[in-house]
């Protein structure tokens, strides 16, 4: 039977209330969360190993790297890895995941839970036993399980914060998923040629910007003063923001000349973006990096990546342009 390794980092799926009128609090060990789903050990070998407890919404970039070693250490001596999360931050977590490791020959799969394990109703479980069961499958790559679906790791997004579909697969179809017939991969990831390898190098230093009707261009004077590296912008529509009144353009400019890397994505959660369409598009500096139809999550931990990948901005705008993990 294959060994499969849960590693645990807190999250929804293993807290508890210590009353009824306490906030959830993640305390129960990967231990405690195998012990609700015996049945998997007709699946596989499992164990598990606690890394953190934290709520997701505390998994920073440091946790990042952190997660990320410890699945490439885990890899060497188990048969696939199974990550428990929280689910806020689960897909940059997936997605930075998805660029730290290359050359993947065994699966990685992220889940969590929109209910504590031990409550009555929660999805838990089932998770779980769908994330093993994904990992037994052997499909290499880094994959998000969750309410019967297998969404590759730079490609989900959480869209409810309440349902138990609460993620879904963004311009792209779902990597597989979970019926009565089984676990069907509809799109299985070929693993990265060559030797597996941790490149988990980041640089911390990028902003996120939503583009408004009426942002003041002094925003990214603000953005080179505190030291950013990198900005991305989610643009209206295909790319569109505005240059009469208050012009954002030449602002944009300005942080380009001054080598600050300007990465462009669309405020819509499907289709691409196109700055070729329309005239504001064809006035930005040639030097703007399209997102294409990356995710939020997707193109802001690649420009982290990165930027700490890279020694120049060029390298690393060329980097950008490249499709790492199915990411665009």
């Known amino acids: ?122 999805d838990a479980r089932r998770n779980l036993e769908s994330a093993f069961g994904a990992a037994v499958c052997g499909i290499p790559g880094v994959y998000v399980v969750f309410d019967n679906q297998i969404i590759s790791g730079t490609r989900s997004t959480k869209l409810y914060s309440m349902g138990f579909n609460a993620f879904a697969s963004v311009n792209a179809a779902a990597a597989g998923t979970i019926d009565s017939r089984g676990i069907v991969m509809r799109d299985p990831r070929l693993p990265s040629r060559g030797k597996r390898r941790l490149l988990d190098t980041y640089c911390p230093d990028v902003f996120l910007l939503k583009i408004i009707p009426g942002t003041r261009p002094e925003i990214f004077d603000t953005v080179k003063a505190m030291g950013y590296r990198g900005i991305v912008i989610e643009a209206f529509g295909v790319g569109g923001m505005h240059f009469i009144h208050r012009d954002l353009i030449e602002k944009i400019g300005m942080l380009c000349d001054s080598g600050i890397l300007v990465l462009v994505i669309s405020q819509c959660l499907y289709d691409s973006i196109d700055l070729s369409r329309y005239e504001m598009g064809r006035k930005l500096p040639t030097r703007i990096i399209s997102g294409r139809d990356m995710t939020t999550e997707a193109a802001v931990t690649k420009l982290m990546w990165a930027l700490g990948q890279c020694k120049t901005p060029d390298r690393a705008a060329a980097l950008m342009r490249k499709s790492v993990c199915g990411e665009f």
């Open 1 to 122: 039977m294959k060994r499969i390794i849960l590693l645990a980092t807190g999250g929804t799926i293993a807290s508890e209330k210590h009353d009824t009128e306490s906030p959830l609090v993640p305390v129960l060990s990967g231990r405690d969360l195998l012990s609700y789903v015996p049945q998997i050990c007709t699946l596989c070998e499992p164990a598990s190993r606690d890394i953190m407890d934290l709520d997701s919404s505390n998994i920073q970039p440091e946790e990042w790297q952190i997660i990320a070693r410890e699945i490439f250490s885990a890899l060497d001596e188990y048969d696939g890895v199974v990550v428990t999360h929280g689910t806020d931050t689960l897909s940059y977590t997936a997605s930075m995941v998805s660029y730290m490791l290359h050359g993947l020959d065994k699966p990685v799969i992220f889940t969590g839970a929109q209910l504590p394990v031990c409550n009555l109703m929660s």
